[in-house]
């Protein structure tokens, strides 16, 4: 018999992981190896631990499973990663497949699709759910025919963890700590934040990153 795929699972829901290993662990041919609470403990787990496939929730405080995704993808380029996520957005997906993902399954149907979906990335084929299937595709078709790009990130992936850290009640000095930079760089960079995404302050900074599902509200 051929071993069953390694899996790491990460999400900040000690619960909704719970849930999501029993489905996974009831299959022969899957078995969840680690389970992270935030994306920077799973890209370590990730460095230290032999697995096939990464199950990352984009919303986890520290670092998103997206940030994670980006960063797995360079750090394991041959690992499978699949997103798992409460948001059934345009934005969110295609951000999924740019950071290298292989498939996006909705929580709130995850006992329905999850075991299909990691199977397929597995397969090294894509997974989406399929409500979105369509419209998706369409989406993504009817640019490729106009010769459009995907949509632009409006802010580079340094921006984007200080804007998480921010939005998280981090002071600048806390920050750079996290990141290894100085207090003045974090402060350039969360100037550089406000006048690119057209924001006053940091009430507005947390609400932007809520809104693009940097955390949760």
């Not at 631990?49 to 199950?55: M, N, S």
């Not at 497949?97 to 329905?112: C, E, I, P, T």
């Not at 804007?163 to 000095?173: N, Q, R, Y």
Request: glycine fraction near 6%; include cysteine.
């Amino acid at each position: 018999m051929t071993a069953p795929a390694r899996i790491l699972l990460a999400d900040d829901h000690a619960l909704v992981r719970g849930g999501v290993r029993l489905i996974l662990d009831a299959e022969p041919d899957l078995t969840v190896v680690a389970e992270a609470a935030d994306g920077a403990e799973a890209v370590a787990l990730a460095r230290t631990t032999d697995v096939d496939l990464a199950i990352l929730d984009i919303a986890m405080p520290r670092q998103t499973g997206l940030q994670a995704a980006r960063e797995l993808a360079r750090l394991r380029p041959g690992l499978r990663i699949l997103m798992l996520t409460m948001y059934d957005n345009e934005q969110y997906f295609f951000e999924a497949l740019r950071v290298g993902a292989g498939g996006y399954v909705l929580k709130s149907v995850a006992d329905r699709d999850l075991v299909e979906a990691c199977r397929a990335v597995l397969r090294d084929e894509p997974f989406i759910y399929p409500g979105a299937e369509t419209a998706l595709i369409r989406s993504w078709l009817d640019r490729a025919r106009q010769g459009d790009p995907l949509p632009a990130r409006p802010i580079t992936e340094r921006e984007e963890e200080i804007l998480k850290l921010v939005a998280e009640g981090h002071t600048s000095k806390e920050i750079g700590d996290l990141l290894v930079i100085s207090a003045k760089t974090v402060e350039r960079h969360r100037a550089n934040l406000l006048q690119k995404l057209g924001l006053r302050d940091r009430l507005e900074l947390t609400r932007y990153a809520i809104r693009v599902g940097l955390i949760e509200p």
